[in-house]
Nanobody, 116 residues
Framework: QVQLVESGGGLVQPGGSLRLSCAASGFTFSNYAMTWYRQGPGKEREFVARITSGDGSTNYADSVKGRFTISRDNAKNTVYLQMNSLKPEDTAVYYC?????????WGQGTQVTVSS
């Protein structure tokens, strides 16, 4: 049974940091590109960051570049999103996604709220 379970969300003040985790099971994690998306209140889901399965290349949305870092640990079947210098506009439900060709899986999401 395929599972992606996000954790690490919560309430943080502007300028603060959070580290999200996404634990995968039920598929060969190391073969899949992993991506974080987010959906803010009243907004469509948007791309945040991606890391490839091979050389671990990364790319980021312009809105988070320089503040967020995506990484993966294939031994632990986990992908991370380190979020620094958080802003109120980062408030959203954050989802992880695993993709390989036509095969895609989604987690249930974790809420991140940035507010003073």
């Amino acid at each position: 049974q395929v599972q992606l379970v996000e954790s690490g969300g919560g309430l943080v003040q502007p300028g603060g940091s959070l580290r999200l985790s996404c634990a995968a099971s039920g598929f060969t994690f190391s073969n899949y590109a992993m991506t974080w998306y987010r959906q803010g209140p009243g907004k469509e889901r948007e791309f945040v960051a991606r890391i490839t399965s091979g050389d671990g290349s990364t790319n980021y949305a312009d809105s988070v570049k320089g503040r967020f870092t995506i990484s993966r640990d294939n031994a632990k079947n986990t992908v991370y999103l380190q979020m620094n210098s958080l802003k109120p506009e980062d408030t959203a439900v954050y989802y992880c996604n695993a993709a390989l060709l036509w095969s895609k899986y989604w987690g249930q999401g974790t809420q991140v709220t940035v507010s003073s």
